[in-house]
């Protein structure tokens, strides 16, 4: 599950290999040949960098440093080594790494699987390994031959030559390993792509998937390894005072119970006997600050944080100028807590003895997950080992290190390994909540009713307050400006504001962060503009999408494969670059439903090189349907400081037969690859409201949409 040699990788190397702080591309160390390789072992590594590993039996395996939660790293990181090693992509194996700072995502400043970076971040750092161990297999081939290089050719996992000679990138791995890599090696162009963009490409862990061998964190068996139900106070942030195990204890398969932090774990030898225990545990919880917390006191702090100054993100022009005949245009727009609602609950296993912690789950965050299991084990963080499996879903979830500190707490009081499983109430109950958020937008029309300006504002808790506080500066949170500070519209004066307001609830990051939050406000607005100046809302956007072709281009295709009609009454449009990839949504309402009913979906964007379209097709469906649950149906809501929602019965996910049509169209482009997992969710909420506003004549300005 994991490589290890590369955790003691010193500063000085790291700052040699890094992007993030040299602007360098990433190339990966040579390690020195094992003992086994030397001795002619054809399974050990003969060579071998941070991101590569060559055997002499010609197994190649790439070690991919981001976590593989469905949205195909697993494939498309190993895309991009097979391009440059002029390799089939069946011939790549996979191998997520451990811990090391070689490994850190050079766009978010960790070992962070998230911001729908993989590709971006990875984009010419793993075609560069690749293609830095092409250059040296072709030198240690016309080394061996006495040939010139150029007259050698890699391909298809062999090295030839005109002459007739050949060898396996595994036979000439071990003099490769001697040679100095190349700092910059060529690169192919586009035009050149054999794997890349190729449509017939297929996902490397589908196989192990249908077999059932794939490992997921519920799936990990460590030996003398006992099954850990946790019980945790109904407020969050509650801790448990006084508990009575005796009943507890008499449920057979139960082995012991016992404290941590903030619960109680009862172990046993399944989870059926461990919750069972644990459900007759009788705990006296301190339910600390949050015991009074409503839904009511979080939006009047809201709301009262609308006539707070905040940190001014954006200026352009003069937002308080006076336009001459300008029509004066208010809204305010709300959005709810949601949860990630994983259809993986929350799981770890650890194994914490001898001085030694490990830690194996479904992981996003692998630094912060061995520095907290460190500090929970009581050991040192080099004395960590983390072992991420597949993740049964992430949305930003297992990004937090709640659940690794708790199952290293759990291992370390009860003396064995284990492996706590929370149940899906535990998970939506217990959850890092996307924040709760108020948005006053306010814009003045020109005599020819487009945006001479705009000022919008946001209040809502933030979640680097809390998670990463370092980057937060004089208010300015930078995940809370996505969708607002990247607006394209052209509007010749603009303000864009944010407010940070601690609402007490823990929140963290969630499927597109907050760009979610901030284009239902935003995109609301546009359409409630183009309707205040009489405008066919599809040209109203395109009037002032004159500085963004690419953004033209997605909404232009979008309108011709959605079929819509400008005046008609069933259609809504949003669009907006999200994640360095531009995307247009246009919803089409069915005419002959009683209740409001979505018929069709239609989504164009405008990636960038897409590395894998199929998959990018099926990301972007996925980050639809995902949005239009939330929508339609999703909200977490707080009494007394206990979260009314616990299961999909009140929490739901849309079913097979309730998701419409859903046509996602590419557009081919030769730019940087754009994000991907995150893109489909956040235009949806503004389309589907802007459909409903049309058809009906009510416009939503608040979520979930109740109609």
Not at 26 to 37: E, F, N, R
Request: aromatic content about 6%; hydrophobic content about 40%; charged content about 20%.
């Amino acid at each position: 599950m994991q490589n290890n040699s590369l955790k003691n990788l010193g500063r000085r190397q790291f700052i040699q290999q890094s992007s993030a702080l040299t602007g360098a591309l990433v190339i990966g160390m040579h390690l020195p040949l094992t003992s086994q390789a030397a001795s002619g072992d054809a399974g050990k590594p003969a060579l071998a960098n941070a991101w590569v590993q060559i055997t002499p039996n010609n197994q190649i395996t790439l070690i991919c440093a981001r976590s593989e939660m469905g949205q195909d790293v697993y494939t498309s990181l190993p895309a991009l080594l097979a391009e440059e090693l002029n390799l089939p992509l069946s011939m790549i194996q996979v191998e997520i790494a451990g811990v090391a700072p070689v490994y850190i995502n050079a766009m978010l400043g960790g070992q962070i699987t998230g911001g729908s970076t993989s590709v971006r971040e990875a984009f010419d750092k793993l075609r560069t390994a690749g293609a830095a161990t092409r250059a040296v297999l072709v030198q240690a081939a016309a080394q061996r031959w006495n040939v010139a290089a150029a007259d050698c050719k890699a391909m298809n996992g062999k090295v030839t030559h005109s002459n007739g000679k050949s060898a396996t990138y595994g036979e000439l791995a071990a003099d490769a390993a001697k040679l100095p890599l190349p700092e910059k090696p060529a690169l192919k162009s586009p035009a050149n792509f054999m794997v890349i963009g190729k449509e017939t490409m297929r996902r490397l862990d589908t196989p192990s998937k249908v077999a059932g061998k794939a490992v997921y964190g519920i799936d990990v068996k460590i030996p003398g390894m006992a099954i850990a139900s946790l019980a945790q106070c109904p407020v969050i942030g509650g801790t448990p005072t006084a508990f009575d195990a005796s009943a507890a204890l008499k449920v057979a398969g139960v082995i012991k119970v016992v404290q941590i932090s903030d619960g109680v774990a009862v172990l046993a030898k399944d989870f059926y006997a461990a919750r069972k225990g644990r459900d007759a545990l009788k705990i006296t919880w301190n339910e600390g600050a949050n015991a009074t917390l409503s839904n009511a006191v979080v939006r009047k702090s809201l709301e009262e944080g609308l006539s707070k100054k905040g940190a001014v993100i954006k200026t352009v022009g003069n937002p308080n100028a006076n336009v001459a005949s300008g029509k004066p245009l208010s809204a305010q727009y709300f959005l709810p807590y949601l949860a990630h609602s994983t259809m993986e609950p929350v799981n770890c296993s650890a194994d914490v003895s001898n001085g030694k912690c490990r830690i194996i789950g479904p992981i996003q965050f692998q630094q912060g997950g061995q520095a907290v299991a460190a500090a929970a084990a009581g050991v040192k963080p080099e004395d960590v080992t983390i072992e991420t499996t597949f993740l049964g879903g992430g949305f930003g979830r297992k990004l937090e290190l709640d659940f690794i500190r708790q199952a290293a707490e759990i291992s370390k009081a009860a003396g064995m390994p284990v492996k706590m499983l929370w149940t899906k109430e535990d998970d939506i109950t217990h959850d890092f909540y996307r924040p709760m958020s108020i948005h006053q937008v306010d814009g003045v029309l020109d005599a020819n009713g487009q945006l001479a300006s705009l000022k919008a504002k946001m209040v809502s808790q933030s979640v680097t307050a809390r998670a990463f506080p370092g980057f937060v500066k004089d208010g300015f949170d930078p995940f809370m400006v996505e969708g607002s500070n990247n607006i394209t519209y052209q509007i010749p004066n603009l303000e864009i504001t944010n407010v940070i307001t601690d609402t007490g609830l823990r929140v963290g990051y969630w499927r597109s962060v907050s760009n979610a939050l901030n284009a239902f406000a935003i995109e609301s607005f546009v359409d409630e503009a183009a309707k205040a100046a009489g405008k066919d809302p599809v040209a109203y956007r395109m009037a002032s999408l004159g500085k963004h072709p690419r953004a033209k281009a997605v909404l232009e295709l979008a309108v011709k494969k959605s079929g819509y009609v400008p005046g008609s009454k069933r259609f809504g449009v949003a669009q907006m670059e999200c994640y360095d990839t531009y995307s247009a949504c246009i919803l089409e309402l069915d005419p002959t439903a009683k209740d409001t009913k979505v018929k069709k979906i239609t989504f164009v964007s405008d990636c960038g090189i897409t590395v894998h379209p199929d998959q990018a097709r099926a990301q972007l469906t996925g980050g639809v349907i995902y949005g239009l649950s939330a929508a339609l149906s999703n909200e977490i809501t707080i009494e007394n400081g206990r979260v009314q929602q616990n299961n999909f019965n009140n929490y739901p996910s849309l079913r097979q037969n309730q998701v419409p049509v859903v046509e996602v169209h590419l557009i081919p482009s030769q730019e940087k690859p754009g994000g991907l997992g995150e893109v489909g969710v956040p235009l949806v909420a503004p389309a589907l409201a802007n459909a409903i506003a049309v058809s009906t004549g009510k416009r939503i300005r608040e979520l979930p949409i109740k109609v």
